[in-house]
């Protein structure tokens, strides 16, 4: 007979848990509710408690504990997470909460690092790079909730990435507790490192199911002494990719972000969008932002303005306009950051987090739509998103008036649609999202099976009894017989 591994969630084990924190850091019964509910009702999760440690000493004595006990730990940061790998679905799990990790342990401006504890909110690790005249580039839509060990357990990307990369480029060093509750220290502020495998790279973005994350050393970059952002029409994403690479040619690492719009996406805005109105006199087909960071403001608006002249000298820029102030910029970018929430008024959206060669982006849009538009009359496609990157929240709203449960009901058979088409470019069903609960499946249709194999190997060996985060990223049968 098999041995059942036990998952015992007994008041006395749990009492065993609570110790560590103090009962005044332990959240039990209703007062779970934000840490159970996934900010858009995707999910609603279970657990036998919230636990939220002050350090990394007490997270590596809970992991000890959960190794010892076979209790499934979720760690959770700002539970701003869009594929459900925060949500814990287990009545008996743990959450493991990084909400009082918060200390912004050094700011070194010589090395350019930042030295952060992992529930760090994004944009106070913005801020505090800021007073000394640094950027931490990372940035995006939920910067005020998030965290630093979800952005990097997410391997995050956002707005910024074109320039600067993703998560996992802007971090030198990482602390991590393993499942056993060993600690691996490797706070190091080195730009060169050759001494084996890079470990803290295996960390990011495994959401959650190798370890925790407790503290990194971040990149820091100078502060851009100047910012020019414009908004532009354009006809199509053909013409918006060739506007690109003009950008990049004469910008080069200056071009920060280039981001993608259709029409229909202003009109939400224009609708739902408290104060929104429309940038140009006229409507476009698609829109770009696309923003310039530079050390003077007048050469930073001549080279915008150059670029733009370029743009209109061959055909690809009908019309454009630069924001004057740092509230007109803020204008321009909310445009951008409402897309997900001006969705919801318009009724269900089905949606994918895809990412294709730059090059490809236009024929993948096309394709897409056609199909979309063939499998269901009426849909809307909102494709939206990084176009710098290759990168596209390629959205598809409900037609006027449909029965919003009827149209959700084909979220799977548009996906599948959707992804076959990405895969025939060669792209990836997660450009930045993740994997979580909701693209598990998918996961293990769509990856290779060689690497798949490797991260199963690699999740057994660091965490053989499956206490981390199970049945996220990866389906898998624990020893014993538990299925994850
Ligand atoms: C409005 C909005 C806009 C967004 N825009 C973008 C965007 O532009 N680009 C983008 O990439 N993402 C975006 N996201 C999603 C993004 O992944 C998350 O916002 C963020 O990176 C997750 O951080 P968090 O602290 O909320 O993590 P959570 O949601 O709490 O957790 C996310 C995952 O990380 C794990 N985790 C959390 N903390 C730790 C830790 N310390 N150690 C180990 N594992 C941990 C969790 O178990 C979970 O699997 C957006 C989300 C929202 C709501």
Redesign the pocket.
Known sequence: MKKKTARVSSEATLSRFVKIVGEKNAVRGEDMTPYLRE?RDLYRGKAAIVLKPANTEEVAKILALADKTKTAI?????????VG??TSFDKNAIIVS?ARMNRIREVDANSNTMTVE?GVILQNAQEAAAKVERLFPLS???EG???I???L??N????QVLAYGNARDLVLGIEVVLAGGKILRGLRKLKKDNTGYDLRHLFMGA??TLG??TAAVLKLFPAPRAISTAWIGVSSPEAALSLLNLALARAGTSLTSFEIMPRIALEFDLRHLPGARDPLGSPYPWYVLAEIFGDDETRTRELMESLLAGGMEQGLVPDATISESREQRNQLWKLRTAM?DVQKPEGGSIKHDISVPVSSVPAFVKEATAKVEQMIPGARVVAFGHLGDGNLHYNVSQPVGADKAKFMAKWEAVNDAVHTIVTKYEGSISA???I?LLKRDLLAKAKDPVALSVMHAIKKALDPNGIL?PG?VLRWKVPGGRKS
């Open positions: 900010q979720v760690p959770q940061g700002g539970n701003t997470g869009l790998g925060q990084t992992s995006l839509g939920a909730s998030c965290t060990g979800g952005n357990s997410t995050a990307g956002g707005t959401e959650g925790i994350i997900s930045e999202h993740g979580g985060n996220k």
